[in-house]
Each structure stands twice: as C-alpha cells, then as structure tokens.
Nanobody, 124 residues
Framework: QVQLVESGGRLVQAGGSLRLSCVASERTFGIYSMAWFRQAPGKGREFVAA????????KSADSVKGRFTISRDDSKNTVYLQMNDLKPDDSAVYYC?????????????????WGQGTQVTVSS
C-alpha cells in the first residue's frame, strides 16, 4: 500500500473554485492509477474522477463533467482535482485512492490504498 495525504478542502461559496491535492509516499508513483471519490453525510462513497498511470486515460462522473478536472504530476508524486463552479451538492469529504495493479474503475473498494480525506463545504 502507498500512503496518501489529501489537502485543499475548505469552505467555499457556490460558484467558486478549489484545487485539491493528494501527495503519495511511493517513489514509483508513476505506475499507480489514481482516483478521487467523495462521501457526503449519510451517503455511500461516490466516484468523482480517475486518471491512469502516465496520464494515459481519464474518466469522470457525469455529475462533475465540465466542472472538475483530474491531473497528475509524477515528478511531485501528486494528483490534483481542480473543481470549478462548485455547487452545494458537491459538499463532501473527498478521498484520494491509488492502485498499483492498474485498476482504473469506479468502485472505491477495488483500489488498494486511500487517504484520510479532506472536507469540502460549499455554501449556497
């Protein structure tokens, strides 16, 4: 497993922007596929976006397409989630997840590492 630390979450007004970061401890970070999930109170963990190793492929949930962008900087062992035009429904704890065997799907339980999360709150 790889250690992941998310940051960047805070309180923001609707329509605003945030960039979340997730730093990994693994020196071979480049081989890992990475994903962002979110979980609102009383709800299950929801897929947001994923990026394959070497940034070969990207996928995102319909609810965030056109607003959220996932990217990675392998030289910094970091994956980002740029979030624009935020809505109150985007409020949740955002988790970064990683998989060293190439899993690139939308099921949280199938990734082999995850962080502690960062809170995003969007006020109306």
């Amino acid at each position: 497993q790889v250690q992941l630390v998310e940051s960047g979450g805070r309180l923001v007004q609707a329509g605003g922007s945030l960039r979340l970061s997730c730093v990994a401890s693994e020196r071979t970070f480049g081989i890992y596929s990475m994903a962002w999930f979110r979980q609102a109170p009383g709800k299950g963990r929801e897929f947001v976006a994923a990026i394959s190793s070497r940034s070969g492929s990207i996928k995102s949930a319909d609810s965030v397409k056109g607003r959220f962008t996932i990217s990675r900087d392998d030289s910094k062992n970091t994956v980002y989630l740029q979030m624009n035009d935020l809505k109150p429904d985007d409020s949740a704890v955002y988790y970064c997840e990683a998989d060293g065997l190439g899993y690139f799907g939308e099921e949280s339980g199938s990734y082999d590492s995850w962080g502690q999360g960062t809170q995003v709150t969007v006020s109306s």
